[in-house]
């Protein structure tokens, strides 16, 4: 690749930190080390090292958008410093190609006693904009950011939204040909968001590197042509976004004796490079449940489930049965489940009806059945009677982890008999060359393409 194209070159770069125990320590290794040298002793070392970023290593093309995953205290922020060169590195080496924009902590770069107008000049100028070229784009500073009057008070002022609106706003206006994101736009609302995502599509159709920082695998997957998947501080896979997202999500809820043999089969498969075929091959023997059938993963169980108060009814189970009554949560594209709720009525009730509903990771519900149908309703229940509803999706849903979770309601008081969000999760494995993005595969033929003659 030449020189020319890359935006980015990071180069076996590493961070680490000094840990002291207490501060007495601190001043010991200041003093002591230098004495045990000068009396030709081994200098002792009065702290703990730790490695935020360990010889990490990738490129990014001019144009191209690359996402960072990894758990928390993987060493996500910690790269985008050091790139945007807030931190110095312990080893390694970054090389950027023109100029840096970057959003990283919310209300990093403000002043809070300035105005909104103030801070504009001030972080436009920083990022290397003369007075003359903010004064053309301060009116188009101010739309995109829409705070209206709020653009002359002290930023101090400012919800964390209203923050990240002029935040970005100034950070895309000088056109950067690299632009660094950490995680800040998950602060905006879902309008605010989409002119974000609309404004990066339009810097990468021009030429602009943009890379950050996201824990939406659905955004991830749909913006990124690449994804760089980092564990405690260290590379562990760099490569298409569906893969490093699976790979990603299998870390998050693997016990702790499959997580240790999932970081090597990854570092293992990442060594490979080059060989894309090879790589897919060698993934496909070290992730077992990638493949097609179904089955269910004790793992997989999730941290956001809410139980609403027992109102007269009571929900025992939620469970995904497939068509041999067997429990899964490890589903194949495609085929057809029964989620099934099961409990019991703890009073009479009048005017009843069942729903359950399946939710993205970001809480987004993609789709949800009602039984009965909508206006009608389960005349009278009675004290004491169990019962036991299915319902049956096909799942059209594309590969990445699930929620679902369920609940009774009635026409009357009190509305709410019982509800579990979240009660469960599961994860749709892919079983095919995935043809469509979002979360729902709508596809019903193959797309038809005519060419005609040469247009003169």
Not at 60 to 89: A, D, F, H, M
Request: proline share 4%.
């Amino acid at each position: 690749m030449s020189s020319n194209d890359v935006a980015i070159r990071v180069s076996n770069l590493s961070k680490c930190y000094q840990i002291y125990e207490n501060p007495r320590d601190r001043l010991k290794q200041f003093v002591l080390p230098r004495l045990q040298r000068f009396v030709s002793k081994q200098p002792k070392q009065y702290y703990r090292e730790f490695w935020a970023l360990k010889d990490v290593s990738f490129e990014i093309k001019k144009g191209e958008t690359v996402g960072i995953v990894g758990r928390n205290g993987s060493g996500k922020s910690t790269l985008l410093q050091l790139i945007c060169g807030t931190l110095n590195p312990a080893g390694g080496s970054v090389q950027t190609n023109g100029r840096i924009a970057a959003l990283l902590e919310l209300g990093s770069g403000f002043n809070p006693e300035f105005t909104g107008r103030e801070n504009v000049y001030l972080n436009a100028a920083v990022i290397g904009l003369s007075h003359e070229e903010i004064d053309a784009r301060f009116d188009d500073i101010a739309a995109f950011a829409d705070i209206g009057d709020f653009i002359e008070q002290p930023v101090k002022t400012y919800s964390s939204g209203m923050m990240v609106r002029l935040a970005f706003a100034v950070q895309v206006a000088v056109d950067p040909d690299i632009f660094i994101v950490d995680e800040a736009l998950a602060v905006g609302d879902e309008k605010f968001q989409r002119k974000c995502f609309a404004r990066l599509e339009e810097l990468k159709s021009k030429g602009t590197a943009i890379l950050f920082v996201s824990h939406s695998a659905a955004t991830i997957i749909e913006l990124c042509d690449k994804t760089l998947l980092l564990d405690h501080g260290s590379r562990l896979m760099f490569g298409s976004p569906p893969e490093c997202i699976q790979a990603y999500q299998k870390l998050m809820y693997a016990p702790a004796d499959v997580h240790k043999r999932l970081i090597q089969d990854y570092r293992d498969t990442d060594a490979l490079d080059g060989n894309k075929e090879t790589v897919r091959q060698a993934e496909l023997v070290a992730v077992p449940d990638k493949s097609p059938f179904e089955s269910f993963d004790p793992a997989l169980i999730p941290e956001t489930t809410t139980v609403y108060p027992v109102q007269g009814a009571v929900i025992d189970t939620i469970h995904i049965c497939n068509h041999e009554g067997l429990v899964v949560n490890i589903l194949q594209a495609g085929e057809s489940y029964s989620f099934v709720v099961s409990g019991r009525f703890l009073t009479d009730f009048a005017g009843v009806y069942f729903g359950i509903h399946i939710k993205s990771i970001s809480g987004v519900v993609i789709t949800g059945q009602r039984f009965p149908e909508e206006g009608s309703y389960l005349e009278q229940v009675t004290a004491g009677q169990a019962f036991k509803i299915s319902f049956t999706f096909r799942m059209s849903l594309l590969p990445g982890a699930y929620f679902a979770g369920g609940g009774i309601w009635s026409n009357q008081e009190p509305n709410c008999a019982h509800r579990i969000l979240d009660a469960l999760m599961f994860r749709v494995a892919p079983n095919q060359k995935v043809k469509s993005f979002g979360y729902v595969d709508l596809i019903a033929n193959e797309p038809m393409l005519e060419m005609g003659g040469d247009y003169l």
